[in-house]
């Protein structure tokens, strides 16, 4: 079993700063893909980052040069620094990964959700 879990949410004012961290654990052999999706309320979840095994980093248009993905490997464990944060960056903010158990089958894992409200 494997699982996600997620810290750092909270209420921040604009143009205030927030790191999101996403640690795993359980039956990792491999873990492929790592990244942060939000979902705010009557929206649809959308991409915010990832970050592939090799480093390589990929962010929505909205966040770019606001949000910097980074991982920790030794740690099993994703962040998300968040600045200038924006009142249309509130939603809740799930982590997902792209993980490989011992029977070396990828398959998606989410974690539970960190709310982050931007007030303005």
């Known amino acids: 079993q494997v699982q996600l879990v997620e810290s750092g949410g909270g209420l921040v004012q604009a143009g205030g700063s927030l790191r999101l961290s996403c640690a795993t654990s359980?039956?990792?052999?491999?873990?492929?893909?790592r990244a942060w999706y939000r979902q705010a309320p009557g929206k649809q979840r959308e991409l915010v980052a990832h970050?592939?095994?090799?480093?390589?980093?990929n962010y929505a248009d909205s966040v770019k040069g606001r949000f910097t993905i980074s991982r920790d490997n030794a740690k099993n464990t994703v962040y998300l620094q968040m600045s200038s944060l924006k009142p249309e960056d509130t939603a809740v903010y799930y982590c997902?990964?792209?993980?490989?158990?011992?029977?070396?089958?990828?398959?998606?894992?989410w974690g539970q959700g960190t709310q982050v409200t931007v007030s303005s």
């Open positions: 997902n990964a792209h993980i490989a158990g011992y029977s070396r089958v990828y398959s998606d894992y």
């Open positions: 359980g039956n990792i052999f491999s873990i492929n893909t």
């Open positions: 970050i592939i095994s090799g480093g390589s980093t």
